[in-house]
């Protein structure tokens, strides 16, 4: 599904350089439930943004689906961030004039062939299996942050696309909670081949993931699959 | 230090009321190292956020060394939490257009007894002990999730208040750093007396608290001293 060859990623501040990344080789396949772990700082957002086409290397190449990611246009990359990819984002990313349910409609009202009646369904749907049924018409600032972080969670699942991105998706939930998200997330995968790949500090999400991948100062340090 | 009576949090959300916490007593001696723990949307933040004097309860008193909180004016109130408080927020709530370095040092720019020198020492020995030296310059925008928690934890810490609110302050922390950040609470608490008040489902933030109090749907349900 994914294929990640000599990335690297330097940010430019003023003068000086920020080496994030320094030479990632990476190969995921369809179906993969794994994680990404390392100590803060260690580069997991920024991979996760490159691979989400949020963000250019400034050295490497990415294939989508054997697509190289650099190569396609504007158009074809926002169509790909649309229908195949999920990203849950470490800050969630929420728009703040809109309720939960609207932010988690919002990403399926860009699917054009979607019925109304569907939308409301998948939606309704997906907000019950987080455990915010009861909190729909509340709008991010009238959510505690973990029930942020689902409304962000849901959002990115309701999609159904390919491969979903999940920086740190557990960071402000409790272990109960935690739990019955990714075991809506485990479902998934095992009943859409959704492709999860999880940075995370978590070791709860350790214990679920197949493979386990463990960068240090911008380079993988090891690699473990169970 | 700290005495809460009969405190209830109701939020008005349109027509719903929508009840956050519902009749909390609690007493907080100086000194203490406690965390109060529930699952996501148990009242964590919002009990936090009446302590820490940045919004008012529906009903109940809260008493600041013996001074009820209610009673006081805006003035008083701003500096109480000045020079008494620190507090360390779960959105880390920094500003963008400053770096770490001044982020830190604004909070003991609003000291006008401390000089220049003294102000720079400070600073700079917070950012070392969370491990952030090498990024004194970066904005929030150029920092990882976690390098910005432990900003905001440093721009508490600094300030030497007699009491810190710690919200989720290790959530986007991998174990090493979490430990790092703990060690120099610990070290504070031990030295200087300071109160610590968590709030947190991080397990190894319980192993270093002295007494944890579990919320549960807005009341205390629990409490344990260790
Ligand atoms: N401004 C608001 N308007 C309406 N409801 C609110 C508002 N702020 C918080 N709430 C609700 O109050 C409850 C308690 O929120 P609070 O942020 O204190 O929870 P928490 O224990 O900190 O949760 P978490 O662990 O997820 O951070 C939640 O159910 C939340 O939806
Ligand atoms: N825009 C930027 N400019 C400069 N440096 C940056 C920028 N964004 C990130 N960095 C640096 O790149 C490094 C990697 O950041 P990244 O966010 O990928 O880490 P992370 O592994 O996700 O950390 P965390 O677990 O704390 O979220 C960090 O040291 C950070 O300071
Ligand atoms: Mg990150
Ligand atoms: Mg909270």
Redesign the pocket.
Known sequence: LLELKGIKKIYQQGQVEVPALRGIDLTIHRGEFTSVVGPSGSGKTTLLNLIGCLDTPTEGKIFFDNREIEKLSKEELALLRRYNLGFIFQEYNLIPVLSAYENVELALRLFDDIKEIEVEKRVKNILEAVGLAD?AH?TP???????Q?RVSIARALVKEPKLILADEPTA???SKTSEEVLEVMVEMNQQLDTTFIFSTHDPLVWDYAQRIITLKDGQIAEEKSS
Not at 141 to 147: D, P
């Open positions: 909190f509340h600032g009238e959510l505690s942050g973990g029930q972080q402000n939930l409790d």
